[in-house]
């Protein structure tokens, strides 16, 4: 928050640079009253810009994440935002920590990665049964035996277009097609 603050008032202030350098240029023409307006329409529009480009600066910024879901919000205090919907939380799978079971390649356990604006990043650990359509939350003591059968735990099935699925089922297909596995 502090950094989007500082990027706030270093563009208002940048442009009053501009503006100040460009009327001397041309003879003081000027009105007074394009600085302020200058230096509010600077930090408005760098604001604006890092609402909005959040997701893309922080998906790009961790290249072992894969963006499964985003929702889409508008807020009262924002009118723009009922135009144009602003991202407040993303839902990613982290490809680094995805695993596939060797003898059942449609099992993909995976961190999934809950990133809110403004909140704190959340981890939870989750099995894909990529065939039968469902998950499984990792708590304390459930784990995926080597047979493939789920102990401590139970499945939740999920609708075919669920987006996290397909998302974890697509990169569990590309560890398998980089390691060579065509099973």
């Known amino acids: 928050m502090i950094i989007d603050f500082i990027g706030a008032i270093a563009t208002g202030l940048g442009l009053l640079g501009i503006v100040l350098l460009l009327n001397r240029l041309t003879g003081r023409r000027l009105g007074r009253w394009i600085y302020p307006a200058t230096v509010a329409l600077g ?39 009922y135009v144009w919907p602003q991202r407040t939380r993303l839902i990613l799978i982290d490809r680094s920590q995805t695993l596939i079971h060797p003898d059942f390649p449609q099992m993909v356990r995976t961190q999934v990665v809950f990133i809110g604006r403004w909140e704190p990043i959340r981890v939870a650990g989750v099995i894909f049964d990529c065939a039968a359509r469902a998950r499984a939350d990792l708590a304390q003591g459930v784990e995926l035996n080597a047979d493939g059968t789920l102990e401590g735990g139970s499945w939740r099935g999920l609708e075919a277009d669920d987006p996290v699925l397909a998302t974890a089922c697509a990169v569990g297909e590309e560890i398998r097609n980089e390691r060579g596995d065509n099973t």
């Open 43 to 81: 930090m408005i529009g760098y604001t604006v810009w890092a609402e909005y480009s959040w997701p893309v600066r922080t998906v790009e910024g961790s290249p072992h994440l894969v963006l499964a879901s985003a929702n889409r919000q508008g807020v009262f205090y924002r009118p723009w935002t």
